[in-house]
Each structure stands twice: as C-alpha cells, then as structure tokens.
C-alpha cells in the first residue's frame, strides 16, 4: 500500500483517529526541522502562568535538586515558551518512541532556551514504558548490561530468556515484583535498585545519580533519564520533572480560592454535575494507591455525589479532606485536572503523543461548550503539538538510549520528513502497511 498523505488520512480516520489523521494528512511529507520549528511557534499572546502554578513548578524543580534561582529561572524560561513536553511516563530509561519524541522537539528548539519534560507518574510500574525497569535491546548479551555477580542474576537471566521467547527488547527490573502494580507517584526507591545498581555496566552505571534505599524515585529516575538524553543529544540545555507533583502542589493552592473554576468545579455540586454531565460521570479525577491481596496498586479514583471513590476506597470530597490527601501524597492528580491545568487555565502547549492529540481535542471541544473557563484561553491553545514516532535501525529494530550509551553506533538520519518518522509506528495505530 503506498503510503501516501491520502491514504495515511484515510486509514486513520478508519482506525478512529480523526485529530491524527488530520494532523498527519497537512504535514507527513513535511521535513521534521520544519515541522519542528512550528510545533515551538506561539500563534497568540498567553497570559501570565498563574502565580500558583510558577510556584509549583518553582518547588517541583527545587525537589529536583536546583538551587531556587535556578528554579526561578527556568519558570520564567517555561512562562516565556509556553512549552512542556508531557508524552513520557516517568520512568528510570526510555525506549524507541520515547527517543523519537525528544528528537523532534529537540530540533526546534529555540537557542539558549531549555526542553522542559514533565514526565507522568500517575501510572503504574508495570505500564507499557517499564518504569521501574533498564529498558534496552537484544544487541547485547544480558552479561554485557549486568554482571553475573549482581544479586539474583539467576532469576534475572531466566526472565530474560523467557521473554526472549516473545520480544527483542529486553529490560533488567529494578523493582520487587510486589511493586509491579504499585503507583510510580510518590514511591521510594526498593533495596533491589540499590543492590543491583553497582552491577551495571559501567557506561549505564556512571551517569546514574547516588541512591540509597528509601529515597525518592520519582527523583532518581528523572535524574538519570536526563543524564541519558543530555549524552544523545549534547548541548541542550534538558530537564526533567514530575509532572504530577507540579499538579498536585498548585491544586493544594487553587483549592483554598473559593473562586478559582478548579474549586468550583470540585465543591459547588451544580457546576460539577454540569461538568460531568459534558465529560462524563466516570472521568478518574484522581488515583490512590491501595492494598489489595498483600500489595499495593493503583486505582483511579471518580466523583459521585459528594463521595470520591474507587473500588477500593471511599472519601467525603470536602475542601479539607482533599487538600489534606493532596499534601500526604495520597491523591495523585489525574489526567483530567492535569490537562485542564496545563492547556485550558494556563495556555500551555503540550507536546504529546498520537493519544494526547486526541483527547485534548476533545477537552478543547467541551470546555468550549461548557464556558466555565476562559474562552480565549481555551480557543487559543494549540492541542494538536504532536510529537511522535519511533526510532529504529536499518533493520527496523528499534534504538533505546541504553542502546546507545552501551556503544551501539547509530546516529539520527538526516533529512528525514515527519513520515519517516512516523513510519515505524504506524502498526500501533491500526494502519496496515
């Protein structure tokens, strides 16, 4: 089938991605610098950030070990782009399509300013990106990544030639498997990392930040993640972050404003119902990590009535029990608050993958109809800043960063359009080369 800008618009919208497809269909023989340069281009003027949230990204990127005048200078750097790259899940490395995105952001990035990632945690650890994982090739033997004196290489190897058995790509665990379904947001780091971190091969190894048992992960593994991508794509100026912490600091703010719309939203019961009416009843608001057959997962949690709930927990939404639940780590902000706080109150423009395009569209629509917020700000943001794709090699296996710090050689092509990057990835989203 020839893929061509018909058929790629064509064959999305049948797979039911409409926002794709006609994303795709304007610019698929586009050369990815241009497309690139106009993913970073403002078409309107935003407001101010909310002074809540510049200080919740303030104290995000504080946690991440900047000092405050540095915090305070890449807020006023993310106030002055209006760009967050917000497709990643939070996770110790990276993978294929993860290293593709970067890549495509990277290219437009304007000099002297800074990538800012704001990496998901709100998901588990067995999400599709591993993140309490090594994430690489079958390039290497599993005794090339990790030595064979490591702690548990034996149960390591096993796993790694059962998988085998089912995919190229393989991933050395940092985590016990009683924390597979556990919430990355607000997890500590298991002793397992610890013991087996010393093991790793030394290109991995030297770049990772020090650890100790019980130390913040989210923190760790943005870290060493930004160490990874700083190393594949030199002289950029990259950080990364805990999206979901920034988003749980503000709303611990916004919510003691009677007059802001996410109170309104969350404590007026009229507005509410209206709200859920458009968007639906069962929209997870936020997560909690519950017990559950002697370990911890996650659940997401909606609003009925005046009760927050999952299936395994219960609260009384009132102003004091949520914010009380925010500041304990509780209540991860979901998906829902987190876009609504970025794009449509703030103007932000939310680099994202083939899922985001969609779904922001579809916000956009909604809280048009709605009118609870601003109008202008809604109308203008751009929810169509794509970045997507899948980095591979000449056989079409994909690259990790791992892959490369390992010494795989391997270099981005160039002159490649926005379809070759794509290509790769096109049997994920039901188009039938």
Known sequence: MPLDTKTIRSSLQHAARPELAEILGEVWKMPLPEYAALLWKKSVTAPPLEAELRNAFETEFCRMGFTEQVAESY????????????????????????????????????????????????????????????????????????????????????????????????????????????????????????????????????????????????????????????????????????????????????????????????????????VFAEFSRETPLFTIGVHHKNKVRQEAVVIKGDILQSQNFQLEASQENIIKELETGALCPGLFLTFTTLSFINGLICFGSFEQVEYLSEFQRKWLKLGLLDQEIVRAVNTRALTSGRCVDETSEGVHPLDLLLGLEWSFAENQTVADLMKPLLFRLGVVV
């Open 75 to 274: 807020s006023a750097a993310l106030e002055r782009t209006r760009v967050l790259q917000t497709a990643t899940h939070l996770t110790a490395s990276e993978g294929p399509t993860f290293l593709a995105l970067h890549h495509l952001a990277s290219l437009g990035l304007p000099p002297e300013e800074t990538y800012f990632v704001g990496s998901y945690s709100g998901v588990p650890f067995a999400n599709a990106a591993w993140s309490g994982c090594l994430n690489l090739s079958d390039r290497f033997e599993l005794e090339a990544v990790i030595s064979q004196q490591a702690p548990g290489f034996a149960e390591l190897k096993r796993a790694d030639t059962d998988r085998s058995r089912d995919s190229n790509e393989r991933r050395i665990s940092f985590i016990p498997g009683s924390m597979r379904d556990a919430r990355v947001y607000q997890s500590r780091v298991p002793e397992k990392l610890v013991s087996l971190l010393p093991y790793i091969a030394e290109p991995i190894r030297k770049i990772a930040p020090d650890v100790k048992t019980g130390d913040d992960f989210t923190v760790w593994a943005s870290q060493f993640s930004a160490n990874q991508l700083r190393l594949i794509i030199p002289d950029k100026s990259i950080v990364y972050f805990d999206l979901n912490e920034v988003i749980r600091n503000y709303l611990i703010a916004v919510l003691k404003n009677s007059r802001h719309p996410l109170f309104r939203l969350l404590f007026d019961r009229k507005i509410r119902e209206t």
